[in-house]
């Protein structure tokens, strides 16, 4: 069966939901009708947006095949649709990373890593998601093959501090780029600029991504998702509740309880609107 079939089947099995439920009505007038009734259903039955989604593409697909006006496209299915999708809107709940739990997370990879260099890899990129407040696609390589994230050129390292180049980010569509500068915090093992100076990046052009491994693949999405909840593991915290995001989370979650003001907050992860506070999540610690 190929994916055609199980199309067919899926799109067959909701027409015929359809017809059970509410009858092979025979004017448009009344298809309209029942499906706003069913809409308001679906609301009070609690169903997903994806589901109410894969059933009203069904819908369409049925009434195309059978020679019937689309009224899924209707004015007053749009405007239903769009209060259902305001009303069910899901909460973010994953949990941040606190600079706690980062300590914990730099020590576990010494038993998660296979090699030294790992670790130190492995560190620096932890380190400079949580305190550059980095997305994940700013940070490492789409792929092991796919050159992405912080390129090494992009790195500066001072005494006191350590400066990266942001070429592009998602709110900086027109690539003007953005200097982060993070600063030393004598005494941490996860200190970016600790970090920095521990990892031997490789050499070569200054346009490869700065996070590579030791036999030159790029450090990936997959590979940095992966080894955090190994490490969350070996920590004794249940990995659901995470992902790479959750250092970002942090970022701002911590920021706002060693009492930044909102400005502050805003600039350390480069929000431009107040939607860095919905990234505030103290009670999720």
């Not at 308001?40 to 109410?52: I, R, T, Y």
């Not at 670790?119 to 992405?148: C, D, H, M, N, Y």
């Not at 990892?199 to 992966?226: M, Y």
Request: charge should be positive; charged fraction near 25%.
């Amino acid at each position: 069966m190929n994916v055609y079939d199980v199309s067919w089947e899926t799109h067959q099995a909701r027409w015929d939901e359809w017809v059970r439920e509410l009858g092979n009505v025979s004017t448009d007038q009344d298809r309209l009708v029942a499906l706003l009734y069913w809409l308001g259903d679906a609301w009070e039955a609690g169903f997903s947006l994806a589901k109410v989604n894969r059933f009203i593409s069904a819908l369409a697909f049925g009434f195309k095949l059978r020679g019937f006006r689309d009224v899924s496209n209707k004015f007053l299915v749009e405007q239903a649709l769009k209060g259902l999708r305001r009303g069910r809107v899901e909460a973010d709940c994953r949990r941040p990373v606190s600079f706690s739990l980062l300590i914990s997370l730099g020590v576990s990879l010494v038993s998660v890593c296979r090699s030294s260099s790992e670790v130190e890899l492995f560190q620096l990129a932890f380190s400079l998601a949580f305190f550059g407040a980095l997305r994940i696609g700013e940070l490492v390589s789409p792929s092991t093959k796919r050159a992405g994230g912080l390129r090494l050129e992009g790195v500066s390292l001072y005494g006191d501090r350590l400066e990266v180049w942001l070429r592009r980010s998602k709110t900086d569509q027109l690539g003007k780029g953005k200097r982060i500068v993070l600063f030393a915090l004598p005494g941490s093992a996860m200190c970016p600029v600790a970090c920095m100076r521990v990892f031997k990046p490789q050499v070569g052009s200054p346009e490869l991504p700065l996070l590579c491994h030791e036999d030159g693949s790029f450090l990936s999405r997959f590979q940095f998702g992966s080894v955090f909840k190994k490490c969350l593991a070996a920590v004794g915290i249940a990995v659901g509740p995470y992902s790479s995001h959750s250092f970002r989370i942090g970022a701002a979650t911590e920021a706002g309880r060693w009492g930044l003001d909102d400005e502050g907050v805003r600039r350390i992860g480069r929000w431009e609107s107040n939607r860095f506070r919905s990234y505030m999540r103290p009670h999720l610690l």
